[in-house]
Each structure stands twice: as C-alpha cells, then as structure tokens.
C-alpha cells in the first residue's frame, strides 16, 4: 500500500486535511501541536473507473486503490534540536513512499502563524531545513557505526561511507539528499537508511474559501513560493483543507452544489491524489468480475508480470500471458463476450507495458 506522510508548520491545517482524508477525527483546534500523537489513516483513491466497472459486472464488491496517510505534528524552526514536538514524530515517516507538504496560502489575521508571518517559500525552507537536519545526524550516526567495518577495509562499508559523504556534503550546503548527485548504485546502497529528503515531495498550498488567498493576490508572496518548489523540482497542487473537511458531512450528490456555493472549482481531495500519483509515477489497473472489481497501484512503466505481482507473487515468477482490454472499451463493447468479438480484447506477454486503465486478466503455470 502505498504510504505518504504529512509535514508541516503547526496550525497550517494538517489534522484539518487528515480528518478529510480519512474522516477520522484527530484534533485540529487553533493552536499548535493539537496532534501529539502520530494519526495513520487508510484513504481509498477515488476512481469513477472503477465504479463504473463494478456495475458493469455486477460485483459483489469494490475494492479501490488504498494510500496510508501519515499525521505528525507540526514541525517548528529547531525542531532537529528538540524544539516543539515534530522532532520525536519525523520517525514515522521514514517508512513512507513520499512527503506531502501542506503550506499555507492565505491571510487571516484570525488564524495564528507559529512566524506571526505568511511567507509560504519561508515556511517551505523551514521544514525542508528540518529535514535535513535530522538526516545529517542520520547520517553522522551511521558513519560512525560504519567506522569500524572500514578500518577493516570492507569494500561494502567503504562504498557506504563514500556515498554518506556526498550526503555530508549536501546536507551543509543545505541541500536535499534527492539533490546531492548520488548515482544509481549509490541510492541503491542508502536505500535502507530512508532517508526523509531523498522522498518524493508534493506541495500542498491551503487555501481559504473566502479568503484573501496568495495566488489571487499581486504581492509576489505566491511567484517567490512557486519558484522555489519548481527549483526544488518538485509539483504543487491547490486545496481548502477547511471546506473538503465540512464536504465530509454532506451527501455526495449535493457536493458540487455546495462546493460551487463556496467558490470552490475543484474536488481538492481528488487533485491531492492525482498529484501523489503524478509524483511517484503511479498508474491503476483494474481487475473485475461478479465476485469483485478492484483497482491496483502500479509504478508506470511496469510490465505485465511486475503488475501481477501486486496481485501475487506468482504473477510474476510463473506468468505466461495476460489479456488486456482498456476499460472504456470494454464498457463500451456491453459484455467481454462481445469485446473479444470485435477483436478489442489482446493476449499480451511478458515484455508488455501496462497502462493506466488496463482491465487485466492474468494467466499464469
């Protein structure tokens, strides 16, 4: 299951977006650390694709696609020294796939700011700053634990120990580990240590429904922020933390109507995780019958059998081929009887790419 977690200044509305996320109930008053302790919570990925699969074979059940969100509490300057309490939480995260940064994007003189400022690209190196921080002393310790294995002359250690101190040497220069020029068999090497700056980070910029918003604004606070999570290389998205929170209350058939009451173009919820998709190069295929339609998470490029695994590991040891439909096809064909009529249903090998909307069937010995 893919795993993302949740950084942030405190009182940027981070519990505010977890409790729509998951509609869980975490606190998320206006003050910082409400979150003292870490919050997981199990979001399904909204896809109409599947829905409309699901009907079309009248399944019993659905399964969507699943993302685990990791809640910490807010991150403050110093936060690698101790200060606040984000420091003890930054361990929960190490295990996630990739860092979703929520910022604040709005006035409101009635909202505490922990810099009684609102700069988001300030905010931005903030946390990032804490992020590395708290890998250099990562890295310090492993060095040091390591230090024996290379007086001993082990080839493994000494490799390690040349690819840490790239990290080193980025980390003072302020930089992320995704940034430090580590090659391939190098990042291979650290893989294990996860570190936090070498993850996929999405930015998140809160906005307010009815507030004075940065990016509608000509003060240069919003380009200053742009520019610098493009530098980064990274990809932001837009949301309102506080109306997809209070949209978790109404029906589903009166969301748009409410959210164009309030202004609010978007479903921000969904634009999250298309954009975590985005970021971590991720695809869905589905697989659907009476019994059950579900959607699968995949990294994009993967063959036929590496899809299958997601399914089981046989899939990929013991494939022989697969049958693969584009869903809109198939919808379109009324039955799959009919779809293999018109020739619209393919045998597939081993070297085949699967793609974002494949209906799959997978044979294997």
Known sequence: MLKIGIVGLPNVGKSTLFNALTKASVPAENYPFCTIDPSVGV??????????????????????????????????????EGEGLGNQFLANIR?????????????????????????????????????????????????DKIAGDIKAGRKDAIAEDAALAKLTQAFAAGKLALHAGLTDDEKKILAGLNFLTMKPMLYALNRKSGGHNLDELSDGRATRAFELITSL???YIFLDAATEHELNDVADDDREGFRRE????????????????????????FTTGTDETRAWTITRGSTAPEAGAAIHNDFLTKFIRAEIIEWDKLLAAGSYAAAREKGLVRTEGKEYIVRDGDVVVFLHG
């Open 43 to 80: 979001v399904g990925v909204p896809d109409a694709r599947l829905g409309a699969l699901a009907q079309f074979s009248a399944s019993e059940k659905v399964v969507p696609a699943a993302i685990e969100f990791v809640d910490i509490a807010g991150l403050v300057k110093g936060a690698a």
């Open 95 to 143: 295990e996630t796939d990739a860092i979703l940064h929520l910022v604040r994007f709005f006035d409101d003189p009635n909202i505490t700011h922990v810099e009684e400022e609102i700069e988001p690209y300030k905010d931005i190196e903030i946390i990032n700053l804490e992020l590395v921080l708290a890998d250099a002393e990562q890295v310090r310790k492993r060095r």
């Open 262 to 285: 309030l202004g609010v173009s978007e479903d921000g919820l969904a634009g999250l995780i298309r954009g975590a998709y985005e970021t971590l190069g991720l695809i869905s295929f």
């Open 233 to 235: 290389g990274s990809q």
